[in-house]
C-alpha cells in the first residue's frame, strides 16, 4: 500500500521562499509519476506541478517560473521548490502519486492514485 506525508508548510510573508517534500512510502516509486495539488479556502483543489517519472517538469501557468517541482528516486520524495510566494498562493497543498507510463504525467487529478494528507502554506501581505 503507498502512502504519502508532505511536509515543508508554513507562515511566510510575500515573497519568500518555501520548500515542500512529499514522502512515499511503499514500493515502486519509480514506477509513479507525482503531482501538487493545492485547495484554498472555498475554492476547488487546482493542480500545481507534476512530474514525469522520467524526471520531466509540468506546471500550471499561475507557478511557472516561481515554482520547481523535483523528484529524487533514492529517497522516495518528490519536492516543490516555491519561491516569490504570493498571498494567492495560500494554501492546502496536496501531493499525489499516479501509476503510469515512463514519460506521462496528468494535469486530473482523476488521474491519481494516491493522495497525502495536505500541508498549509499561508502566505502573508
Known amino acids: 500500500q503507498v502512502q504519502l506525508a508532505e511536509s515543508g508548510g508554513g507562515l511566510v510573508q510575500t515573497g519568500d521562499s518555501l520548500r515542500l517534500s512529499c514522502t512515499f512510502s511503499?514500493?515502486?516509486?519509480?514506477?509513479?509519476?507525482m503531482g501538487w495539488f493545492r485547495q484554498a479556502p472555498g475554492k476547488e483543489r487546482e493542480y500545481v506541478s507534476a512530474?514525469?517519472?522520467?524526471?520531466?517538469?509540468h506546471y500550471a501557468d499561475s507557478v511557472k517560473g516561481r515554482f520547481t517541482i523535483s523528484r529524487d528516486n533514492a529517497k522516495k520524495t518528490t519536492y516543490l521548490q516555491m519561491n516569490s510566494l504570493k498571498p494567492e498562493d495560500t494554501a492546502l497543498y496536496y501531493c499525489?502519486?499516479?501509476?503510469?507510463?515512463?514519460?506521462?504525467?496528468?494535469?486530473?487529478?482523476?488521474?491519481?492514485?494516491?493522495w497525502g494528507q495536505g500541508t498549509q502554506v499561508t502566505v502573508s501581505s
Open positions: 499525489a502519486a499516479d501509476r503510469t507510463i515512463l514519460s506521462h504525467m496528468s494535469i486530473s487529478q482523476g488521474d491519481y492514485d494516491y
Open positions: 511503499g514500493h515502486s516509486f519509480n514506477y509513479y509519476s
Open positions: 512530474i514525469s517519472r522520467g524526471g520531466t517538469p
